[in-house]
């Protein structure tokens, strides 16, 4: 199984932004749909965003469309997530998550965990107000 890791969180005042990434262990993402989820304090973890192995079809939560944005270089093995305008509720633990799957993404497939076999640690992002 491929592993992930992610890194690029922190603490930001509200309004500011950070960049995620997610990065493997050598292996190529090049076959791999891929995922960010992420889980606040005593909430359930929810689907942020997830891309096509391409890089060419993307979905987004409500709650962040047109503040966040996903992207890939598979070049690089690298998955990014470039958050603009955070807010306190954008607060939580940011997962990357990948899966073999080749096609256009939809939300069916985007936000559903169980979709996904393979999961980063998790990095820690926190908004101030």
């Known amino acids: 199984q491929v592993q992930v890791v992610e890194s690029g969180g922190g603490l930001v005042q509200s309004g500011g932004s950070l960049r995620l990434s997610c990065t493997t262990n050598?292996?190529?993402?090049?076959?791999?749909?891929l995922g960010w989820f992420r889980q606040a304090p005593g909430k359930e973890r929810e689907g942020v965003s997830c891309?096509?192995?391409?890089?060419?079809?993307?979905v987004y939560a409500d709650s962040v469309t047109g503040r966040f944005t996903i992207s890939r270089d598979n070049a690089k093995g690298t998955l990014y997530l470039q958050m603009n305008n955070l807010k306190p509720e954008d607060t939580a633990v940011y997962f990357c998550?990948?899966?073999?799957?080749?096609?256009?993404?939809?939300?069916?497939?985007?936000?559903?965990?169980?979709?996904?076999?393979?999961w980063g640690q998790g990095t820690q992002v926190t908004v101030s107000s």
């Open positions: 998550a990948a899966e073999v799957r080749y096609g256009p993404v939809r939300a069916s497939f985007c936000f559903d965990e169980d979709e996904y076999d393979n």
């Open positions: 050598g292996y190529t993402l090049n076959y791999y749909a």
């Open positions: 891309i096509d192995e391409s890089g060419g079809s993307t």
